[in-house]
């Protein structure tokens, strides 16, 4: 088994309350259930991926506001030199 899906699995079983190497067992004689895990994981991986999605679109956003307002700024202090 990878040590990732292992890890995964062995959260889940924590997080239920159940005996790890009980759930181990029963998920290894249960090819059903390690694919229904398996689709679980990629569910979690593509959320983190969409989440990382749009913090870096909020950090674009922001970026984009502050060149905006250095803009500004920059023609304030002209105008005021003026």
């Given at each position: 088994m990878k040590y990732f899906a292992k890890s995964a699995m062995k959260n889940t079983a924590t997080k239920k309350g159940v005996n790890w190497d009980a759930y181990k067992d029963s998920i290894l004689n249960?090819?059903?259930?390690?694919?229904?895990?398996q689709q679980q994981q990629?569910?979690?991986?593509?959320?983190?991926?969409q989440q990382q999605q749009q913090q870096r679109r909020r950090q674009q956003q922001q970026q984009q506001q502050q060149r905006q307002q250095q803009r500004q700024q920059q023609r304030q202090q002209r105008q005021q030199q003026q």
């Open positions: 249960n090819p059903e259930q390690q694919q229904q895990q990629q569910q979690q991986q593509q959320q983190q991926q």
